[in-house]
């Protein structure tokens, strides 16, 4: 069995594709392969539907296709079978974890040790038909796992963070999500129309990111709170939030969270929360209000 952690984007979303930093934590639970058969090229997701081969043309079957073509000494006509732990298309990193699962499963079955820039670099390639021009950041989390401040690059600067207590977190469903490459190419386009102060909101982004980084180093979860409400004022000034994210952070922050924001790529999808022992109930109770999935997570 092969497996590869989910994610939370906790700070930093957008501004990493523009080479700032961002800080995410790779979940414990996330997406298990495992090689089921040698007689045709196979990527089946029971749970959701899913059975194609290489040569179909959906998106998923299409990424299978690219990460069979960038590790060619693993691939044999092999069946892979995939146990999904997250929901799908909810900024938890899904489709990095799939990606990334799955190459450690051929990998597995062929007998090949994978380094780690392999891994990357083929799970990269599958993630490329999702969207264009991703960071890379999904991916760094689905294989390490553990907090993370992430800078993209050839290799990418992957630190490890150490948070002086756990970071405890309700992650929330509040609209179906939106395609990630639209959004990280209409930010892109913000940014070409008004350079100046879209780079100077993807700098503040990145402040937030080390000024929060900081602040999990140091245990004030206040400061990481303010920080992540701050971050979501300017994801809403790069254009990416919605009316209903919008609502999920204020009615979290009402709730009593320390902080919330969207988390991944915006446009729907999922908002994020901090909250420590006394708020994390009243937090959860009023996000299911919207009816979407709620998970609670502690990471650090
Ligand atoms: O929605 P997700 O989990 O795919 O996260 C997207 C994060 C972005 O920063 C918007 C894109 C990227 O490639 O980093």
Redesign the pocket.
């Known amino acids: 069995m092969a497996f590869a952690h989910g ?1 939370i ?1 906790l700070l930093g ?2 501004a ?2 523009h080479g700032r930093p ?1 800080l995410a934590a790779g979940l414990s639970r996330g997406m298990t392969a495992e090689v089921v058969g040698v007689d045709g090229a196979r990527l089946q997701i029971p749970a959701w539907g899913v059975d194609v081969s290489p040569e179909d043309e959906s998106a998923v079957a299409q990424a299978f296709s690219a990460l069979l073509a960038a590790l060619p000494e693993a691939f044999g006509g092999m069946t892979v079978r995939v146990e999904p732990g997250i929901p799908g298309g909810a ?3 899904s ?1 990095a974890a799939l990606a990334v699962a799955t190459a450690r499963a051929l990998a597995d079955h062929a007998g090949l040790e994978l380094a780690d820039d392999r891994l990357f670099d083929a799970a990269m390639a599958a993630e490329r038909v999702f ?1 264009g ?6 991916h760094a989390a689905a294989m390490h796992g553990g907090l993370m401040r992430y800078v993209r690059g050839t290799p990418p600067t992957i630190v490890p963070v150490t948070a002086a207590q756990p970071l405890s977190l309700v992650v929330a469903q509040v609209a179906p ?1 939106a395609d ?1 490459g639209r ?2 190419g209409g930010v892109a386009e913000r940014l070409e129309r008004l350079p100046a102060a879209i780079g100077a909101t993807l700098d503040a982004i990145a402040a937030l990111v080390d000024r929060a980084l900081a602040a999990v180093e140091a245990g004030d979860l206040a400061t990481v709170g303010e920080a992540m409400t701050v971050n979501h004022g300017l994801l809403a000034a790069l254009g990416v939030s919605s009316p209903a994210l919008d609502a999920a952070c204020h009615s979290a922050r009402a709730a009593g969270a320390l902080g919330a924001k969207l988390t ?2 915006g446009g729907g ?1 999922c908002i994020v929360a901090l909250v420590d022992e006394r708020s994390a109930d009243a937090v959860v109770s009023a996000l299911a209000e919207s009816g979407g999935m709620v998970l609670r997570a502690s990471v650090g």
């Open positions: 994610k984007l979303e957008h990493v594709v961002a900024g938890l990193g489709s969207h021009n991703p960071s890379g950041l999904d999500g990630t959004m990280v991944g790529a999808g």
